[in-house]
């Protein structure tokens, strides 16, 4: 049986991913020792995997080799086992290929078993999954985000943000987001209930942001998908002991940059403290990051939507949304059978 498979074809500018990424079909290998098959039913759209297809050497990983296959997290029932633990008709998550099967190492792909009584599978990719974890972390360790503080989150209405404004108001703080657009914006206060929205699209953020304040004060805790000129605009609006959790540079991945804050003197100036954090940092922590995600999940004080593309030849289709800020919630493409 072929597999269809999407293989970098050459580094992408900005992007153009259909000029650098295509879809093949591979013959399968032996499965060697420690190794899993998975049938993949969704694929997770992270805007992070796009410096993985830099050639960036300096990055929290090596870059994705051209010629070899675009990776990424993936959900589905594993078809052929030869990794302890794993067995045929097991529901996992796991690093593996935009691909109809993905073959990896159990251990090294980070394979683990899933629940399948979760009535919405999808939910191991978002509220349940890194983007999850990732924002309890950054808001309530990284960030360490006090009740009745203001946290301000950017990129509020993408897969990560949307979970962190919500956990920040869990936790009892007073949640504000930076998104691009008034429907996202209206979303965020209107469905999330959460203080505040500015949009960036709407200009002069600054100004937004000064009608966040109150009594003159501005941001405890600013948990920074961004970076870029956007770190400027709040750098200059953070409390003093105030803290900036980095847990993306979405400004940098297409554009080449490298963010480099003009108003970096405020560091000093209010006494702040910056902290990047990234996943695999707290990996150990997943089973009990898991249980107090399900459990607000399933009360329906966390809640997730999710942007749906179907079929494995549309995935560049959902992977450009991503970086056009086309979509609310998080990312994923659903494989046919």
Same mark, same amino acid.
């Given at each position: ?57 300096? @990055? ?7 010629? &070899? ?30 691909? /109809? ?91 999330? @209930? ?11 953020? @600054? ?93 329906? /004080? ?26 609310? &919630? ?8």
């Amino acid at each position: 049986m072929d597999n269809r498979i999407w293989r970098i074809a050459r580094r992408p500018e900005g992007t153009d991913f259909a000029a650098a990424l295509e879809l093949v079909e591979e013959d399968f290998a032996p499965l060697a020792d420690g190794q899993i098959r998975i049938r993949n039913t969704h694929l997770s759209m992270d805007a992070g995997t796009r410096m993985w297809l830099s050639d960036r050497e300096d @990055g929290y990983q090596p870059p994705l080799p051209v010629g &070899g296959p675009m990776t990424g997290l993936v959900l589905g029932e594993v078809i052929e086992s030869r990794a302890e633990g794993f067995a045929t008709g097991d529901l996992v998550r796991a690093f593996g290929q935009w691909a /109809d099967v993905s073959t990896v190492d159990a251990v090294m792909s980070g394979a683990i078993l899933l629940d399948p009584t979760v009535a919405d599978r999808r939910a191991w990719f978002g509220p349940l999954g890194m983007n999850g974890w990732t924002a309890l972390w950054g808001i309530e360790r990284t960030g360490a985000a006090r009740p009745g503080e203001r946290v301000l989150v950017s990129a509020a209405a993408g897969a990560t943000g949307i979970l962190a404004v919500q956990i920040a108001r869990l936790l009892g703080c007073e949640a504000w987001g930076i998104a691009g657009g008034a429907a996202k914006c209206a979303y965020l206060t209107g469905e999330l @209930g959460i203080a505040g929205a500015v949009d960036y699209k709407a200009g002069d953020v @600054g100004a937004r942001l000064d009608t966040a304040k109150r009594d003159g004060s501005g941001f405890d805790v600013y948990f920074d998908n961004v970076g870029g000129a956007l770190l400027d605009q709040v750098l200059t609006r953070m409390n003093h002991y105030g803290r900036i959790a980095v847990c993306g540079l979405l400004a940098d991945y297409t554009a080449g940059t490298r963010t480099a804050p003009k108003e970096f003197d405020q560091v000093l100036m209010r006494r702040l403290r910056i902290e990047g954090f990234f996943s695999p940092d707290f990996m150990h922590e997943g089973p009990a990051l898991t249980r107090r995600l399900r459990e607000w999940t399933e009360s329906g /004080d966390l809640v997730m939507p999710y942007d749906v593309t179907t079929g494995l030849e549309n995935t560049l289709t959902a992977y450009a949304k991503l970086f056009t800020g086309a979509n609310i &919630g998080k990312v994923i493409v659903e494989l046919t059978p």
